[in-house]
């Protein structure tokens, strides 16, 4: 966890990069996160949250963050999908719906409503 929170420190959201940019460092395998709004617990089991897009033949990068709104049936399936913002806007976010479909829900979340996450998708970060 203190990792992630230094890789924090060193990124930039909403800005394409190449992937020979000499500033950055490509990640070689992306981070998803999706953390919990409003001081609600954990919703997903963190190691099953995987946002993977594929990257373009130019091969650019981008850090993408934003807001999910949804709900959990009582069989654990994430339902009624909403994005409400997202930086920038569209490059991921059918990789972001996707992932959280698939993330692992926990039980102490099913049958929930109106639910909301900030999410973050990270291929690169500063180099230092």
């Known amino acids: 966890m203190i990792s992630t929170l230094i890789l924090l420190a060193g990124v930039q959201f909403g800005v394409t990069k190449a992937c020979n940019d000499p500033d950055i460092e490509f990640l070689n395998e992306p981070i998803s996160i999706a953390t919990s709004i409003e001081g609600k617990t954990s919703i ?11 990257l373009p033949s130019a091969c650019a990068l981008t850090n993408t963050e934003g807001t999910v709104k949804f709900d959990v049936s009582n069989e654990g ?3 009624n ?4 913002s997202l930086n920038p806007i569209r490059i991921h976010s059918r990789a972001i719906i996707r992932g959280l479909r698939k993330a692992k829900v926990l039980p102490n ?16 970060k500063k180099r230092t």
């Open 81 to 84: 999908l909403k994005i409400l």
């Open 44 to 54: 997903f089991e963190p190691s099953t949250i995987r946002f993977n897009s594929s």
């Open 109 to 124: 979340a099913f049958g929930t409503v109106g639910n909301k996450v900030h999410v973050k998708y990270i291929q690169f």
């Open 77 to 79: 399936k994430v339902i």
